[in-house]
């Protein structure tokens, strides 16, 4: 048996989710531990740029009802509208907190919070543009990482930096009683011992070859939840941002069209204006992004390869784009090679963000279909962020929106939690078997023999999603990719990592990180393929339509025979009518 | 392009060597990171050194190249006189290669409690501050704790234990100057203190390796005025 520590809380996770859950619990005198396979402020949370949506008022009218409806719509109506409810209506709630913390958020004239408008946002039910999302110039994801970390340095949390986590260990009767973990600096794997787990482990877009994710993204709560017999929903949902820098992927912020920027083609059109006859630049992301692949594919990209097209912003002054947008300008500068003040930023859709994810009813437990019902609590589970599936952002997620939800979601899971803690005083006892996953695991690495080599399948995954599974997805190319990647996965048998060193060893994080990418981006490949409509950011162009009847309903992936089950979305508020199904235009 | 690469693993190593890369690389806009990602792909798997964001804003990858400190995923490659010489940060304990401990970084950090410090009943909306009053933490709270400036400065290298550092002492302007908090005394009375705040001399390595333009040598000084004048 490996070496344990006991805690009452595990959170496994250092990003935004985490943090604002570890905070609930912590300040509510319970024994937390924030496992994290970097130093929390390197989480991904921190390249957030554009801001945290809330209806605040504070610049125009607005209510949280219209910000809930803005997101039924924005979700094509696959997102569970009484999550929505939840998330929307405490949307102002949880800003007003994270200000109190002391969040550097920009201010208007009059002291509150500055707001900018971003794509999808609409008064009074699809009106007039809203201006709801609440920014700290274009760094707040930034801003709020810190914020965070800095409240739970004040909460005395107790951070395992650099520890990276392996399996959940849970036992016969489906309770989740902590999670495995290696300690990255000595190579020294411990068990984490909790009555709750709570997976905050973000996004694993760096399954495609070109995304916006930094390089940690690689979806380990995800390929923990799949080993350990769980089901993963919606994983055919991943955006692709607009406005990626091309090749590099860095984030250009909807920010930028925002505070009045607007795409150009090589024409020197203002295409959008074509695409979204009411909301232009400002349309939802996976519309922009399809009118921007659809002007690459008629031959009006832009560059000699015609392969991206224009953001132009230096129109609004080079004073507005130095104080709102200057981690854009630095990004420009620096990866685009073009200063935003003088010369339009050249942009593709590029990789950017998973709808899909673990399944979790509205207090973030991780549910799944067992005996009782498609939604059954998995006892002493939790996932918040982006590695779950509430589901707030159905088929396409607003803008602003994914910060809103660490923070609301992180808070209900710290509080549920607690509750839980409350009720399941005494632990169960560990399975004899409780290491093994994770020992098997390394023990597999350090054996191993053959020439293949983690980079290698790695890359070659991301070409196959890239090529297989993009914007635009068809039968034929699917079904292509799930045989070009299972031929990946086989000759994931024969990698080795020749490093066997014990201490901070970064080829062997790869490797597990790698068997956490690959399940991540099969049930990518067969979710897609199954569903035959086109809906949100899953655009087939056998299956041009969307398709109430058969498809008003979640995915359920489980890696056993790559079984697929379905779930009703639930299209029942909290308290408010239900916004029924209608055709999405803008 | 020619590298030139500190290596050091404890576990195989008796003290730290120079290892030296060719790489066929076409640096045309990339930059340092970009390099030692192909050589840990192709050349060599047991290179070990930390990334995440790779775009300037995680700070997970400063490092000493050519001899000074910067993150090597803005460091532009083109330019960089070879063989380009990469090192960890200077003066901190390595645990491998390129990876220090930084735990004494974020000591110092968390010693200088970088957090709002208010003690009224917070109000149902937000607390106001004005423009210009939210203008004073720009070129503060933007930093990355990457530890550039603190591992470059000098009086950190004589008392890493005591000093503070540029880094920490950023963060504790930055809460100071912010119209919400109410502790400004009580962080008075800790900087207070001849190594804590005092051994800046004024050098200001800092100002001229921080990646992301800050100063936190300006920061220092507007502490010390702060001090001059409350013992007045």
Known sequence: MIPKRTFDAVIIGGGGAGLRAALQMAQADLKVAVISKVFPTRSHTVSAQGGITAALGNVSDDDWHWHMYDTVKGSDYLGDQDAIEFMCRNAPTAVYELEHMGLPF????????????????????????????CAAADRTGHALLHTLYQRNIAARTQFFEEFFALDLIRDEEGYVLGVSALEIETGQPWLFEARVTLLATGGGARIFRHSTNAHINSGDGLGMILRAGLPLEDMEFWQFHPTGIPEIGSLITEGVRGEGGYLLNKDNERFMLRYAPNAHDLASRDVVSRAIAQEILAGRGCGPHGDFVYLKIDHIGADKIKSRLPGIRELSMQFAGVDPCEAPIPVTPTAHYMMGGIPTNLHAQ?????????????????????????????????????????????????????????????????????????????????KAKGNERVPKLR????RILQEHCGVYRREDLLKEGIEKLGQVEARLQDAVIEDRSKMFNTARLEALELENLLPIARATLVSALARTESRGAHSREDYPKRDDDQWLRHTLYSRENDQLDYKPVRLKPLTVETFQPKERTY | MKFRIYRYDPESDAKPRMQEYVLDFDPQGKKVLDALIAIKETLDESLAFRRSCREGVCGSDGLNINGVNSLACVTALEGLKEPIDIRPLPRLAVIRDLIVDMGQFYQHYKAVKPYLINLDPEPENERLQSPEERAELD???????????????????????????????????????????????????????????????????CVEVCPKGLNPTEAIGKIKTLLVKRSL
Not at chain 1, 127 to 133: H, I, K, M, S, Y
Not at chain 2, 145 to 173: E, I, V
Not at chain 2, 188 to 198: G, I
């Open chain 1, 106 to 133: 920009s201010r208007l004239d009059n002291g509150k919070i500055y707001q900018r408008p971003f794509g999808g946002q609409s008064q009074n039910f699809g009106g007039e543009q809203a201006v709801r999302t």
């Open chain 1, 366 to 446: 991780v549910v799944t279909p067992e005996r009782y019902g498609p939604e059954e609590a998995v006892p002493g589970l939790y996932a918040v962020g982006e590695c779950a599936c509430v589901s707030v952002h159905g088929a396409n997620r607003l803008g602003g929106n994914s910060l809103l939800d660490l923070v609301v979601f992180g808070r209900a899971a710290g509080n549920h939690a607690i509750e839980y803690l409350r009720e399941n005083t005494i632990p169960r006892p560990l399975p004899a078997d409780a290491s093994d996953l994770a020992t098997g695991r390394l023990a597999r690495w350090d």
């Open chain 1, 459 to 462: 890359a070659e995954m991301q």
């Open chain 2, 139 to 205: 070129g503060l709270y933007e930093c990355i704790l990457c530890g550039c400036c603190t591992t470059s400065c000098p009086s950190f290298w004589w008392n890493p234990d005591k000093f503070l550092g540029p880094a920490a002492l950023l963060q504790a302007y930055r809460v100071i100057a912010d119209t919400r908090d109410q502790a400004t005394d009580e962080r008075l009375d800790y900087l207070e203190d001849p190594y804590r705040l005092f051994r800046c001399h004024g050098i200001m390595n």
